[in-house]
């Protein structure tokens, strides 16, 4: 079985910073992508970034310039540096992880939600 835990999210100050993290564990052999959804109070649950295995990225307009993701294959690690946030970044950030190779096959998972709030 796999699991996602999610660690980083926190009351931050518009224009600072904050680093989320997510770490998959389980018998995994590879994941093909790894990326951070959010979703705001009313709001539909949205990609915000997503990183390949070959490290090719992909971001939301609204984050680009801001946000950067990166991720550790030898840890089954991904991370979202949000720097300059603002008040409309506030939602439940969510990791996921796409084509997680294991014995059982391949399944795509989600972490459980980090709560990011920017106050202005």
């Known amino acids: 079985q796999v699991q996602l835990v999610e660690s980083g999210g926190c009351l931050v100050q518009a224009g600072g910073s904050l680093r989320l993290s997510c770490a998959a564990s389980?018998?995994?052999?590879?994941?093909?992508?790894m990326g951070w959804y959010r979703q705001a109070p009313g709001k539909q649950r949205e990609l915000v970034a997503g990183?390949?295995?070959?490290?090719?990225?992909y971001y939301a307009d609204s984050v680009k310039g801001r946000f950067t993701i990166s991720r550790d294959n030898a840890k089954n690690m991904v991370f979202l540096q949000m720097n300059s946030p603002k008040p409309e970044d506030t939602a439940v950030y969510y990791c996921?992880?796409?084509?997680?190779?294991?014995?059982?096959?391949?399944?795509?998972?989600w972490g459980q939600g980090t709560q990011v709030t920017v106050s202005s």
């Open positions: 389980g018998s995994i052999f590879s994941i093909y992508a």
């Open positions: 996921n992880t796409n084509g997680v190779v294991t014995v059982g096959g391949v399944k795509d998972y």
């Open positions: 990183i390949a295995r070959d490290n090719s990225t």
